[in-house]
């Protein structure tokens, strides 16, 4: 029994519906939210402000740092909040998709913290909040080369789909996990890559057909978070 | 409806990050602009202005930059032997060192009796160093600020408060009557006659801010002014 028809119904290179605001945490330099579906993430830009402690500054250039983290009531079983092993690598791994765009090299001595917050998770969060932080970064004036489209591509059964909800991720075939997870973000104008993480087994040239799927999906992403910017106009 | 339409496209173009904004060997990139291969793309978001082959991009947000010269305002955040630790709204800490106090002041003074903790100081930026800002109100003008009403905006609204040679910040000081110091940090000191009269100052430059966009802005703060001068008279 191969995976013919999405659980949802969309066809097999469609995201879930996709949102993004700009502007929504009053109190922060800039600030975003961005959702798949049923994923929800805000994110929050304070700086480039004074880096303590001191031995952590690089005097070359500022440095970004990022804190992911899911709100306790975000998944169906609750959360213990704080950080994790899991929201560790997670923020570890959004700094550095986003770090080839970010443009940090007027602000010696400084950093630039990124908070990414989870409101509601059906899978795919470290990318929507990679889209939203993407966003809150432009939006907080910090100098990038280009803007990061994230989504997450995956094979089910055996098909590659784009944007996995938790339902698919959890897809069975005969008692045996047949669903393969693989976040990939993109510079969206470069088309460089700068996260892939990949969860499950897949053969190499269903990957780069992946990949492509996945790029594709983020062109769609850029125009989301384009329209997004410009519906702000000011801070 | 129409009219309305027209003044949609004098509106200026925004850009995103990554952009290309212009294309060919012919343009240069300016602040906020970068040049790839062939192209010239934004590196920050904001509005696009093309001023004959120079391509830039004015920021709607990020922090305020010191600059050499700059006015700005400041509340002392720590107080050392030999001068102050001001704070004016940038990511690099700023010291205004006794020697460069109005008057003379020794060593021994209390420093405290000068500026307090908290106290709002007028102040100029003399020199910008990789580890900080040198600040100086040795010069006439320069000084604690008394009283009357402090309030911050983003500071790359400021060139729209003050307006082309001082005519949007003269405009609002000949309808309200009050005093008026614009930081280059965004912090802005009102002084007028009444309380009232420096609210109807606050909120004009509150309009300012916030239509910071539109074209003929002065006009239009001209008629708000008006109104609220005319209300205040009714009254």
Known sequence: ?235 | MKAEEQKETKTRRLVVPGEVIASGSNFLPGEGARREGNDVTATRFGILELEDRLVKVVALSGTYLPRKGNVVIGSVSEITFNGWVMDINSPYSSFLPIIECKGFVSKRDDLSLIYNYGDMVIAQVIGVKSKGVDLSTKERGFDKLEDGLVITINSNKVPRVIGKQGSMVNLIKEYTGCEIVVGQNGVIWIKGESIDAELVAREAINFIDKNSLVEGLTEKVKVFLEKKTSEKEKK
């Open chain 1, 1 to 235: 029994m191969a995976y013919k028809k999405r659980y949802d119904g969309r066809d097999f290179d469609e995201t879930r519906k996709v949102e993004a605001k700009v502007g929504v945490v009053p109190r922060a330099d800039g600030s975003a939210s961005f959702s798949f579906g049923d994923t929800k993430a805000i994110a929050a830009v304070y700086g480039p402000r004074p880096l303590h402690p001191q031995f952590m500054q690089n005097s070359q250039r500022g440095i970004l740092r990022c804190n992911y983290d899911m709100m306790s009531f975000s998944v169906t079983e609750r959360k213990k909040p704080g950080p994790a092993r899991r929201s560790q690598e997670i923020s570890h791994v959004t700094a550095k998709a986003l770090e080839p765009v970010v443009m940090l090299s007027a602000f010696p001595n400084t950093v630039v913290d990124v908070f990414i917050t989870i409101t509601q998770a059906d899978a795919g969060t470290r990318t929507a909040g990679i889209n939203a932080a993407s966003l809150a970064l432009a939006h907080a004036g910090i100098p990038m080369s280009d803007l990061v489209g994230s989504v997450s591509v995956g094979k089910i059964g055996n098909s590659i789909c784009v944007d996995l909800t938790k339902a698919e991720e959890d897809y069975e075939e005969d008692g045996e996990k047949m669903a393969t997870d693989i976040p990939v973000a993109f510079t969206l104008r470069g088309k460089k890559l700068s996260l892939l993480q990949l969860d499950g087994k897949i053969r190499k040239d269903e990957l780069v057909k992946a990949l492509e799927v996945g790029q594709k999906a983020c062109e769609k992403i850029y125009d989301i978070q384009k329209k997004a910017l410009m519906a702000v106009k000011a801070h």
